[in-house]
């Protein structure tokens, strides 16, 4: 989930900023990170809802899970509203300019909620560990765990800040 989605949210994100070409060349590469980010999380979630089932763990009972839904949900209206606006069949350009500031703070938002999501489902698994005594509390394990935790804030806050200064000239 992390490499799948964040990793490629990431880089979607930070297209504008990196990548050269037209603008709709961006906007295409924009697009289709996005959507294979979008598939890569669906196919995450696939994935942990069949290890439960066949554990006979129960689903969508923690703050993980329920934030993990909402980011993804809102996550793909977020790219189907983007599509029809800015793709195709594509708004007035008026209307792409104005909404434009609220589909970045927006994107932003979710991409938030995505690193949450994240360090609550490391934080999550490192409790089941350390509850079942698998590892223990100063393991290397636990140690690695928080320290990707770490990192995962420190590589958001980047794209965050990469994302949002001006642009240089």
Same mark, same amino acid.
Request: charged share 10%.
């Given at each position: ?72 949900? %809102? ?18 350009? *008026? ?54 935790? %770490? ?15 001006? *642009?240089?000239?």
């Amino acid at each position: 989930m992390v490499v799948g989605y964040i990793v490629l949210t990431s880089e979607a994100i930070l297209v504008f900023r990196g990548v050269h070409g037209t603008k709709s060349y961006k906007k295409a590469v924009h697009l289709t990170i996005q959507g294979l980010g979008f598939w890569m999380a669906v196919f995450g979630i696939w994935a942990a809802l069949r290890f439960h089932n066949a554990k006979g763990i129960d689903n969508f009972y923690s703050l993980h899970s329920w934030l993990g839904i909402t980011t993804v949900l %809102l996550f793909g209206l977020q790219w189907i509203c983007a599509y029809a606006i800015y793709w195709y069949p594509g708004a007035a350009g *008026k209307t792409r300019t104005s909404v434009l500031p609220w589909h970045v703070f927006m994107g932003l938002i979710i991409y938030c909620m995505a690193l949450g999501t994240a360090e609550t489902g490391l934080l999550e698994k490192l409790t089941f560990l350390m509850m079942n005594k698998v590892i223990g509390r100063f393991s290397l394990e636990a140690l690695f765990v928080n320290s990707i935790g %770490l990192l995962l804030i420190v590589y958001g806050a980047l794209v965050i800040l990469a994302s949002t200064l001006p *642009k240089a000239t």
